[in-house]
C-alpha cells in the first residue's frame, strides 16, 4: 500500500498549482485524507482534510484560496492551490487513513511534493 503524490512545482505569487494523490494496493477503505506540508525549519502542519463524505476543513492561513476534493472510486485525493504566496513554500504530504490487510486502519503517507512561490 502506497500513496503517490504528485503536481508540485515553482510558481510566481498570485499563481495556482493542483496536487494529486492516489492510493494504491489492497485497500479494503478509507476514512479520512489530506494534505500536510513543512516549511523548512518549521514542524508539519496540516494544511487540508476531508471525510469519506467529502466535508472539507482547512488550516486558517489556506482558507479561501486552498480547496480539497477527493475521487472515491480512484482513491484520490487532490488540493487545488490558488493566490499562493511566499509563504505557502513547503513540502507538501498527502495522508490517508486507510483499511487494509488484517482488517486494520492504519495512516500513511505520501512521499512528498516540492512547492516552490517565488518571483
Known amino acids: 500500500v502506497q500513496l503517490q503524490a504528485s503536481g508540485g512545482g515553482l510558481v510566481q505569487p498570485g499563481g495556482s498549482l493542483r496536487l494529486s494523490c492516489a492510493a494504491s494496493?489492497?485497500?479494503?477503505?478509507?476514512?479520512?485524507m489530506g494534505w500536510y506540508r513543512q516549511a523548512p525549519g518549521k514542524q508539519r502542519e496540516l494544511v487540508a482534510t476531508t471525510t469519506s463524505g467529502g466535508s472539507p476543513s482547512f488550516a486558517d492561513s489556506v482558507k479561501g484560496r486552498f480547496t480539497i476534493s477527493r475521487d472515491n472510486a480512484k482513491n484520490s485525493v487532490y488540493l487545488q492551490m490558488n493566490s499562493l504566496k511566499p509563504e505557502d513554500t513547503a513540502v507538501y504530504y498527502c495522508?490517508?487513513?486507510?483499511?487494509?490487510?488484517?482488517?486494520?486502519?492504519?495512516?500513511?503517507w505520501g512521499q512528498g511534493t516540492q512547492v516552490t512561490v517565488s518571483s
Open positions: 495522508n490517508a487513513n486507510l483499511l487494509v490487510r488484517g482488517w486494520t486502519w492504519n495512516d500513511y
Open positions: 494496493g489492497t485497500i479494503f477503505g478509507i476514512k479520512a
